[in-house]
């Protein structure tokens, strides 16, 4: 039979080796084949040359030049991985000036706009901090931590990653120099080095460079091999002295890929002095010339401003930082962040890095018609929704970017503006009235204004009352109310302590000394030493224990789903009978059936509380179905939706 590259075989029955015939001219230099014999106990992998074969136990692989490729399929249950002829694509996104210009939604959408091309496009974020990854930071330090299918907690830059590209990334997507030097220690102390001076270079700049080669060939789309192009992104800016190591192993991997596979696009402000009204470029020469100094030459210029650039500024930008007039890119501020790739696209930036990337003779024009109906659906709504998010630091809006995002897809979906009112959870509690009486009252005429109430996750008993506050407003008033993980604790611990009359009930967590009243407990497997990676943190499947619930109808009537996690504390099952006799309803559970995941109330319009982070796993195209349910109820929506879609989204 004829076997193309990333077929699936199965039923293997015999133990032979495996003899594939094939053209060599279109294998790379270098063939690697994962398979699984019938009678073996692990999983191997072969790697081969095109020149002649290699053998491995009682494995033999051989390629002939001169006859069809052919493969016995009775032989292997699973392969064939077999690598493309290309080499892997590089495009790096640097920053310059100062920070937080928009380079994560820069390198999404030149993403994007490569997908749109039909390529293949996976992605890695480099931060330069030596935390092991983002999850013991704060949020007001760093914003939210957002977590993956593998329970990776990563910068919030892979969320937007993940949406605009529409794929799953893993940890290793996240790269950080805690990372980085964690395993050349683990190395060294295992004497992988051979009693070598480890250093910053090679060893460190090795480490980051291999890294960098083996999650990029890692598929992310759910297909087949790896992608066409990896896009990077450099966090922080060009100088800072924790990127050095990076920028020296970006400058070696631009050697060793050669210039065809990599291009660097280098972010940088444009500012304009409010005197003259003049494009100043002074400060992205500097940044061009830092960079060029370090080994680095941008390809392109992206250029952050205002307003669009002027045609002499281009001129003088491209004369002094020796990049061609065409391959100056202007991302100046729109209306939303959807028009960013239309703005690449317009303006040509994939032909620049095709070009670059010698990929003009594989790739399609961009196909970007669905981002141009969202761009341009979003800028024409004229009706809009009120949300109270009722949290704990509405200081810093990106502590819940992906909360935001996840109500901006559902609103559109209903074709309805999101109107997000922020309330400070402490400012509703009884403390505020005698300290701040203007936000005290504030705040509760904001939240009485709303449509619906979102308490979404967080650490610590600071607005802890001031949430119960809100659920038991929500509760009482027959207000749509979604809570997210301790969104969830918060309505277990009003209900008992309003409904089942413990007028003590709590969190273990914001109570450690009278364990009688802990309706929420901290989980087994939780540590209570280190406070990194030790939560119950990634994908974990819920199983619907009631079918005609609204949360199971809102999934498509599935039996299951599957939602990220990231908690250390869980309802205790102890009270399960006693708050479900009382009329709160536990609809989804873990797969053992002793972990509380989603709870209802019947007889109110939506009142749903999930453990679980339903916000990560929202896409524009594919909204969430609680945020969507949340949104539908908010606007008396849900019930006829339910019965015309039969829960189907």
């Given at each position: 039979?004829?076997?193309?590259?990333?077929?699936?075989?199965?039923?293997?029955?015999?133990?032979?080796?495996?003899?594939?015939?094939?053209?060599?001219?279109?294998?790379?230099?270098?063939?690697?084949?994962?398979?699984?014999?019938?009678?073996?106990?692990?999983?191997?992998?072969?790697?081969?040359?095109?020149?002649?074969?290699?053998?491995?136990?009682?494995?033999?692989?051989?390629?002939?030049?001169?006859?069809?490729?052919?493969?016995?399929?009775?032989?292997?249950?699973?392969?064939?991985?077999?690598?493309?002829?290309?080499?892997?694509?590089?495009?790096?996104?640097?920053?310059?000036?100062?920070?937080?210009?928009?380079?994560?939604?820069?390198?999404?959408?030149?993403?994007?706009?490569?997908?749109?091309?039909?390529?293949?496009?996976?992605?890695?974020?480099?931060?330069?901090?030596?935390?092991?990854?983002?999850?013991?930071?704060?949020?007001?330090?760093?914003?939210?931590?957002?977590?993956?299918?593998?329970?990776?907690?990563?910068?919030?830059?892979?969320?937007?990653?993940?949406?605009?590209?529409?794929?799953?990334?893993?940890?290793?997507?996240?790269?950080?120099?805690?990372?980085?030097?964690?395993?050349?220690?683990?190395?060294?102390?295992?004497?992988?080095?051979?009693?070598?001076?480890?250093?910053?270079?090679?060893?460190?700049?090795?480490?980051?460079?291999?890294?960098?080669?083996?999650?990029?060939?890692?598929?992310?789309?759910?297909?087949?091999?790896?992608?066409?192009?990896?896009?990077?992104?450099?966090?922080?800016?060009?100088?800072?002295?924790?990127?050095?190591?990076?920028?020296?192993?970006?400058?070696?991997?631009?050697?060793?890929?050669?210039?065809?596979?990599?291009?660097?696009?280098?972010?940088?402000?444009?500012?304009?002095?409010?005197?003259?009204?003049?494009?100043?470029?002074?400060?992205?020469?500097?940044?061009?010339?830092?960079?060029?100094?370090?080994?680095?030459?941008?390809?392109?210029?992206?250029?952050?401003?205002?307003?669009?650039?002027?045609?002499?500024?281009?001129?003088?930008?491209?004369?002094?930082?020796?990049?061609?007039?065409?391959?100056?890119?202007?991302?100046?501020?729109?209306?939303?962040?959807?028009?960013?790739?239309?703005?690449?696209?317009?303006?040509?930036?994939?032909?620049?890095?095709?070009?670059?990337?010698?990929?003009?003779?594989?790739?399609?024009?961009?196909?970007?018609?669905?981002?141009?109906?969202?761009?341009?659906?979003?800028?024409?709504?004229?009706?809009?929704?009120?949300?109270?998010?009722?949290?704990?630091?509405?200081?810093?809006?990106?502590?819940?970017?992906?909360?935001?995002?996840?109500?901006?897809?559902?609103?559109?979906?209903?074709?309805?503006?999101?109107?997000?009112?922020?309330?400070?959870?402490?400012?509703?509690?009884d403390d505020s009235a005698k300290l701040t009486p203007e936000a005290h009252a504030s705040a509760w005429k904001t939240l009485r204004n709303a449509a619906c109430v979102l308490v979404p996750g967080g650490f610590g008993d600071r607005g802890v009352r001031g949430m119960m506050l809100a659920a038991k407003y929500a509760r009482e008033n027959k207000i749509p109310y979604l809570g997210i993980c301790l969104g969830m604790q918060i309505?277990?611990?009003?209900?008992?302590?309003?409904?089942?009359?413990?007028?003590?009930?709590?969190?273990?967590?914001?109570?450690?000394?009278?364990?009688?009243?802990?309706?929420?407990?901290?989980?087994?497997?939780?540590?209570?030493?280190?406070?990194?990676?030790?939560?119950?943190?990634?994908?974990?499947?819920?199983?619907?224990?009631?079918?005609?619930?609204?949360?199971?109808?809102?999934?498509?009537?599935?039996?299951?789903?599957?939602?990220?996690?990231?908690?250390?504390?869980?309802?205790?099952?102890?009270?399960?009978?006693?708050?479900?006799?009382?009329?709160?309803?536990?609809?989804?559970?873990?797969?053992?059936?002793?972990?509380?995941?989603?709870?209802?109330?019947?007889?109110?319009?939506?009142?749903?509380?999930?453990?679980?982070?339903?916000?990560?796993?929202?896409?524009?195209?594919?909204?969430?179905?609680?945020?969507?349910?949340?949104?539908?109820?908010?606007?008396?929506?849900?019930?006829?939706?339910?019965?015309?879609?039969?829960?189907?989204?």
């Open positions: 039979m004829l076997v193309k590259p990333g077929r699936l075989l199965n039923n293997c029955i015999e133990r032979k080796p495996l003899v594939l015939v094939g053209c060599a001219r279109k294998w790379s230099s270098a063939v690697s084949f994962s398979f699984i014999p019938r009678f073996a106990e692990s999983k191997q992998t072969l790697h081969l040359t095109n020149t002649s074969r290699a053998h491995n136990r009682n494995t033999t692989l051989y390629i002939h030049s001169a006859l069809p490729r052919t493969f016995p399929a009775q032989a292997f249950t699973r392969t064939l991985g077999v690598q493309s002829e290309r080499n892997m694509k590089y495009v790096v996104v640097t920053g310059g000036v100062v920070s937080g210009l928009g380079k994560g939604v820069t390198a999404s959408s030149i993403g994007v706009v490569l997908k749109a091309c039909g390529l293949r496009v996976t992605s890695i974020k480099i931060d330069p901090y030596l935390n092991t990854d983002a999850g013991t930071m704060s949020p007001f330090e760093h914003g939210e931590v957002f977590v993956l299918d593998d329970g990776g907690e990563v910068d919030l830059d892979l969320g937007n990653y993940e949406r605009f590209l529409d794929v799953t990334l893993t940890r290793d997507n996240n790269i950080t120099t805690g990372k980085i030097y964690q395993s050349v220690l683990e190395k060294e102390r295992k004497g992988d080095y051979l009693g070598k001076t480890v250093q910053v270079v090679p060893h460190i700049t090795d480490a980051i460079r291999n890294w960098i080669e083996s999650v990029a060939a890692i598929p992310v789309d759910g297909k087949e091999g790896p992608a066409n192009v990896c896009v990077i992104e450099l966090g922080g800016t060009v100088g800072d002295i924790e990127s050095m190591p990076f920028i020296e192993a970006l400058r070696q991997l631009s050697f060793s890929v050669g210039q065809d596979n990599f291009c660097l696009i280098h972010v940088s402000l444009i500012p304009v002095l409010g005197v003259v009204g003049e494009q100043k470029t002074k400060p992205t020469q500097h940044s061009v010339r830092e960079l060029r100094a370090l080994g680095l030459t941008p390809h392109l210029l992206a250029c952050r401003s205002s307003q669009p650039l002027l045609e002499n500024t281009k001129v003088k930008l491209s004369q002094f930082c020796h990049v061609p007039a065409g391959n100056i890119l202007n991302i100046h501020d729109v209306p939303n962040i959807w028009h960013v790739p239309l703005l690449l696209r317009n303006q040509n930036a994939h032909n620049s890095i095709l070009k670059q990337l010698n990929l003009l003779d594989i790739a399609a024009p961009p196909d970007l018609r669905d981002w141009t109906t969202m761009a341009e659906t979003f800028d024409n709504l004229t009706n809009s929704v009120r949300i109270a998010l009722v949290g704990k630091y509405v200081g810093l809006t990106d502590s819940y970017l992906s909360v935001i995002k996840a109500l901006l897809h559902a609103c559109i979906a209903c074709s309805l503006k999101p109107s997000i009112d922020w309330i400070a959870a402490s400012d509703l509690e309505s277990v611990i009003e209900f008992a302590r309003s409904v089942l009359g413990m007028e003590r009930a709590h969190s273990e967590e914001f109570d450690k000394l009278d364990p009688s009243n802990h309706v929420v407990i901290f989980m087994p497997e939780g540590s209570k030493t280190h406070m990194g990676n030790t939560m119950r943190l990634g994908s974990r499947r819920t199983l619907f224990q009631i079918p005609d619930c609204i949360t199971s109808k809102l999934y498509n009537n599935s039996e299951y789903v599957d939602e990220r996690h990231r908690h250390r504390y869980e309802v205790n099952p102890n009270v399960i009978v006693s708050l479900e006799e009382h009329g709160l309803k536990f609809v989804g559970k873990d797969e053992s059936g002793k972990r509380m995941e989603i709870l209802e109330l019947p007889n109110h319009p939506f009142y749903v509380g999930v453990q679980f982070h339903p916000e990560f796993k929202s896409r524009p195209r594919r909204p969430s179905p609680l945020f969507l349910g949340l949104i539908l109820a908010a606007t008396g929506q849900l019930e006829t939706y339910l019965k015309g879609q039969k829960g189907s989204l």
